[in-house]
C-alpha cells in the first residue's frame, strides 16, 4: 500500500504571496493532519479533518486555512506569506480520528 | 503543553538495547502512549504505541509503569540507521480529537 504522498515536496516563494500544499492520504484513510515543524518552535499541530470537516485546529493564524476532498486529499494554504513561515509542513492519515497517524515526507517551504 | 518530558540526548552503542526514557505523570486515564522517529527532517515514523500493558512489534518494545506515568521505548539491537530523534506522545483525549503534541524528543546517536 502506498504511503502518504504530499507536493510539491520543495518550494521557494517571496513574502506575500500564497502557496497550496497538496497531501493525499494512504488509501482508505478519511482523517488527516497537517503539522508545521520549525528548528525553533519543533512539530506543531495545525489542523486535523475528517470527512471532509475541519475536526480540529491548533493555535495559527487565519493566514492558514485547509480543506479536505471527497476522496480524502487535502490541501493546506497559506497566505501573505512571511519569512516565519519557512518551514517544514507535514501530513499525516489515519483510517478514522482516534487511531494511529501516518507521516508523509513533507513539503519543505521557503520564503524569501 | 507536550505533556511529556524526554531526555535531550542519549548515545547507544551499536547492537546494544537503547532504552528511551519518557515521563508522562499527567497522563488520563484513557490517553495512549505513542512513538514515533524522524531521521534527519523526513517525516516522522510511527513505532509504537500502547495504553496499559506493555507492547511490543517487530520495530521495538514498549514498557509501561504500572501508574502509567512513565514508559520506555527499547530498540533491542540498535544500529547506525536507528540514530534519529525520538518522540513520545500523550494522545489528547479522544473527545478533544486526534491531536498529537510533539516535545522536543531525545535524539539518539548509536556509536559504531
Known amino acids: 500500500k502506498a504511503g502518504v504522498t504530499q507536493t510539491p515536496r520543495y518550494l521557494i516563494k517571496t513574502r506575500g504571496q500564497q502557496v497550496t500544499l497538496s497531501c493525499s492520504p494512504i488509501?482508505?484513510?478519511?482523517?488527516v493532519s497537517w503539522y508545521q515543524q520549525t528548528p525553533g518552535q519543533g512539530l506543531q499541530f495545525l489542523f486535523e479533518?475528517?470527512?471532509?470537516?475541519?475536526?480540529n485546529k491548533g493555535n495559527f493564524p487565519g493566514r492558514f486555512s485547509g480543506r479536505q476532498f471527497s476522496n480524502s486529499r487535502s490541501e493546506m494554504n497559506v497566505s501573505t506569506l512571511e519569512l516565519g513561515d519557512s518551514a517544514l509542513y507535514l501530513c499525516?492519515?489515519?483510517?478514522?480520528?482516534?487511531?494511529?497517524?501516518?507521516f508523509g515526507p513533507g513539503t519543505r517551504l521557503l520564503v524569501l | 503543553d507536550a505533556k511529556t518530558t524526554q531526555p535531550p540526548s542519549m548515545d547507544c552503542a551499536e547492537g546494544r538495547a537503547a532504552n528511551l526514557p519518557c515521563n508522562h505523570s499527567?497522563?488520563?486515564?484513557?490517553?495512549?502512549v505513542y512513538w514515533y522517529r524522524q531521521i534527519h527532517s523526513q517525516g516522522p515514523q510511527y513505532i509504537i504505541h500502547?495504553?496499559?500493558n506493555n507492547e511490543t512489534n517487530e520495530m521495538a518494545s514498549l514498557i509501561i509503569t504500572e501508574d502509567r506515568k512513565s514508559s520506555t521505548l527499547i530498540l533491542p539491537h540498535a544500529t547506525l540507521r536507528d540514530t534519529a530523534v525520538y518522540y513520545c506522545?500523550?494522545?489528547?483525549?479522544?473527545?478533544?480529537?486526534?491531536?498529537?503534541?510533539f516535545g522536543t524528543g531525545t535524539s539518539l546517536t548509536v556509536i559504531p
Open positions: 506522545i500523550v494522545r489528547v483525549a479522544p473527545n478533544t480529537g486526534n491531536q498529537f503534541y
Open positions: 479533518y475528517f470527512s471532509e470537516t475541519q475536526r
Open positions: 499525516a492519515s489515519s483510517f478514522r480520528l482516534e487511531e494511529t497517524q501516518y
Open positions: 500502547g495504553l496499559k
Open positions: 488509501s482508505g484513510h478519511r482523517s
Open positions: 499527567t497522563i488520563s486515564g484513557n490517553e495512549y
